[in-house]
């Protein structure tokens, strides 16, 4: 079970505890991680809630570019608790997950009792419902952080940010390589592609923020809009 330091929740790495759910014992993933799963006790097969299925489907379905980005099936326990990752072998897949309904936080209005990540490392919401964004994200047809997408599940409006976010990261990743290969000769030119690549940087870290945000919205209306993110 996981401690409380200075009497502030612990930031969830592989956890297994005990809180207020119909199935009380949560399995959290590894830090960073997508999918919880629940349990009656410590003993019985745990299972991940039913409005997770869109997502587990078609992060499953991005499965080849997880491949092309180094993710191997095994790194499937990046995504989800262990319990749950060892059980989805390639063939098996998304078929080898157990699913209850309504037994997730996001369903029950709960607050979980690990978190995410430290405060200030993202938005104010990150922290507390992180792997409910991710999860958002997925069921958008949106690998996190990744930048791919599932083309006739991504709405046009997500794609479109996501190609942009996807431009402007490529931009900057080859402006980067530029400045670092030296192919800057004259007077001067130096400095003007670092103030090209600075601004590049700004502008795909807006993008980030910008898609993140409106993702983060749709999951703040699934938990009732004016509920306090806050961990008490």
Known sequence: MAQEAAGKPVVADGNVVREALPLPVVYYPALFGTFLAFAPDGRSRPALCACARPAVEHLLRLRPDLLRLGVTPDGLEAYFPAAVARRMTPSGGASLVRYVSGVCHQCNGATPSL????????????PTFG???????????????????????????????????????????????????????????????????LELRQRAS??????????????????????????A
């Open 115 to 126: 978190r995410y990540c430290e405060d200030g490392l993202a938005s104010s919401l990150m």
């Open 206 to 231: 807006t993008a980030r923020r910008n898609l993140r945000a409106k993702i983060e919205a749709v999951v703040m209306q699934e938990l009732g809009g004016d509920r306090s993110y806050a961990h």
């Open 131 to 197: 792997w409910y964004v991710h999860q958002t994200h997925l069921r958008l047809g949106i690998l996190p952080r990744r930048y791919t997408w599932l083309e006739e599940v991504c709405p046009p409006g997500y794609r479109e940010q996501v190609q942009a976010t996807q431009r402007l990261e490529r931009d900057l990743y080859e402006q980067c390589t530029r400045l670092l290969d030296g192919q800057f000769a004259r007077a001067g030119e130096h400095s003007q592609e670092l103030e090209r690549m």
